[in-house]
């Protein structure tokens, strides 16, 4: 397991032994390059017709240092490819294993490392299973496979240019969905049939600059098409036995088009010094189509947002930045009720922040001090049939964030997170409370009230260990999350009181990593954790409960 170049001297066949056993360790990545090479066939790649195959050529090899990673290569300046028809004698190239070369690391390839580690029988029982899993049984490198990933990769088109590249992405979306619940009591009173559907799609084409220049700008346009809604609802009062007809009320098809038009440009003003400038302009236009009888409606929002910033680079792997954006998020209407509208949402925000990495990328840390200001904040307001969505005058959150992330030793990953948040709002008239026993309170203002999920402060911590043995490869994890708790409802009376969870897993993967068994658990400490809670006019209080403590077996099998 240790050859590699076997009968060469000196510093340069240790270095190169070492990396030799860098890929007996993850022989997979090397076979997958090998197959590939010969799947597509490439005259000039790794050695070079044009240097009588002694040097290589047009490729490139990446490993991550200070990692355990190993050696990912990749074929570059590929306009060879696909021409096996020119030599298809030869489709591996030729290894020329004669040549002087072969002794000097600067000339080190895949071509002879997998020559030379073809010496190995563990390498090449690697290689075999490689082979099989990639050209056979529905395999990546099968006819219906590749033409399957070429299909989804053709829908972004990335055309390089002289001076720019040229980025196109398309994309489709249909959903029909089918949603079905109850009032979770013992007695039945409530019971909800919920038919939903969407389809969307969207287009982006971006233009880029190219190249490491002092000036880096990216451009674009962006169109949206989006229809979406419940052709069918059958409210349930009472039980559904022996209640009928449900109550069915119309809801509306929720049609949108967006456009836009982007650009942001970079620009190095000192040697560590980059000002980012950026601006966007939306044109929305939202409308709605009710059954018979009713019209419908339509509304138009227009609005330039931007992005300012400073990034100075204090190190290579340490930069602060300061910033100050404008964000938009569009209004529409609620398509459970008729007549009922809601406005954009308007965000100035402000941020200063630094990120790091130490010791080769082993330890990592990042901050973040912000402050928001909503003008117009949209609120979600659950309720038995569905979700509305309503507008505060205005609103502000503050807050600190912090993540670290450190391996400490080899296999062993430690990270840790905390937040402080304070959201408030500054203006929010008409509120109404709804007591426990369902009785409707005078609108208020909710001026100085908390805004909704927004926890005082979180922490997180977490560490997993993996080891690899004769049996397989174990790993252990476990995490612990605090959070100090959080409103629910704008009067804040309903709210999740703070807990701490703990989740910890065990894992065993197989040697061939075709199948595992995970025992885990979850909520360890058996904290009492609301999905939800909401008040209904006629009802009073309603809340759903997650899942308390649980534990079981995960047993995962891997087909390749």
């Known amino acids: 397991m240790r050859r590699c170049g076997a009968g060469r001297r000196g510093s340069q066949r240790s270095l190169r032994e070492r990396e030799g ?3 007996l360790d993850h022989p997979r990545e090397l076979a997958a390059h090998m197959l590939l090479h010969y799947y597509t066939g490439h005259a000039d790649e790794p050695l070079s017709v044009s240097f009588n195959w002694e040097r290589p050529n047009n490729f490139r090899a990446l490993r991550r240092r200070g990692t355990n990673d190993p050696w990912h290569f990749f074929v570059h300046d590929g306009e060879s490819s696909l021409r096996a028809a020119q030599w298809m004698d030869n489709r591996a190239n030729a290894a020329n294993l004669a040549s002087t070369n072969r002794a000097l690391l600067q000339f080190s390839n895949p071509e002879w490392m997998h020559e030379d ?3 190995s029988a563990e390498y090449r029982i690697a290689f075999a299973d490689e082979a099989q899993r990639l050209l056979l049984n529905d395999g990546a490198f099968t006819a219906a496979k590749a033409q399957a990933i070429w299909d989804v990769l053709a829908a972004q088109i990335d055309q390089d240019l002289s001076a720019i590249r040229i980025v196109n992405i398309v994309s489709y979306r249909f959903t029909d969905a089918l949603y079905s619940k109850d009032a979770g009591m013992s007695v039945p009173i409530f019971h909800l049939y919920e038919k939903g559907k969407q389809h969307d799609i969207s287009e982006e084409l971006q233009f880029q600059s190219k190249g490491n220049s002092r000036f880096r700008w990216i451009a674009g346009l962006y169109y949206l098409n989006n229809l979406a809604g419940y052709p069918q609802e059958d409210i349930v009062i009472g039980n559904p036995v022996t209640v009928t007809p449900p109550v069915s009320p119309p809801h509306a098809y929720i049609s949108t088009q967006s456009y836009a038009g982007f650009g942001q440009g970079t620009v190095n003003v000192l040697p560590k010094l980059d000002l980012v400038v950026g601006g966007r302009f939306s044109f929305d236009k939202d409308s709605t189509r009710w059954p018979n009888p009713g019209p419908g409606d339509e509304h138009t929002f227009t609005k330039f947002t931007y992005r300012v910033a400073l990034d100075y680079h204090f190190a ?3 930069l602060g930045y300061v910033s100050a954006n404008r964000g938009f998020k569009s209004g529409g209407f609620n398509p459970l009720l008729r007549d009922n509208e809601y406005l954009p949402e308007i965000l100035t925000s402000y ?15 990042n901050a973040e001090g912000y402050l928001y200001h909503y003008q117009d904040i949209q609120v979600l307001i659950p309720t038995f049939t569905g ?3 309503a507008n505060a005058t205005a609103a502000r959150m503050k807050g600190l964030e912090a993540t670290l992330d450190a391996e400490p030793i080899r296999n062993l990953r430690v990270s840790a997170a905390f937040a402080l948040e ?4 500054l203006d929010y008239p008409g509120v109404q409370t709804i007591t426990q ?6 609108p208020f203002n909710a001026k100085r009230k908390n805004t909704l999920q927004t926890p005082r402060a979180t922490e997180n911590l977490m560490a997993s260990y993996r080891f690899q043995t004769s049996v397989g490869t174990f790993a252990a994890a476990v995490s612990a999350y605090h959070n100090a708790g959080y409103a629910f409802t704008t009067d804040n009376l309903l709210n999740q009181p703070a807990y701490t969870t703990l989740n910890a897993a065990l894992t065993w993967a197989a040697p061939d990593e075709q199948f595992d068994i995970r025992f885990w658990g979850k909520n360890l400490t058996n904290a009492i954790v609301y999905q939800g809670r909401f008040a209904v006019s006629g009802f009073g209080w309603v809340q759903t409960q997650a899942a308390p403590t649980t534990y079981g077996v995960t047993f995962s099998a891997h087909l390749h």
């Open 437 to 442: 026993q369902g009785a409707v309170l005078a």
């Open 117 to 119: 580690l073809l010496a």
């Open 387 to 389: 979700n509305l969505i």
């Open 21 to 23: 056993r860098r890929a």
């Open 422 to 425: 304070n959201g408030e709002y």
């Open 351 to 365: 941020a200063a922040g630094i990120k790091s990495e130490f010791l080769e990328h082993r330890l990592r840390l």
């Open 316 to 318: 290579d792997d340490t």
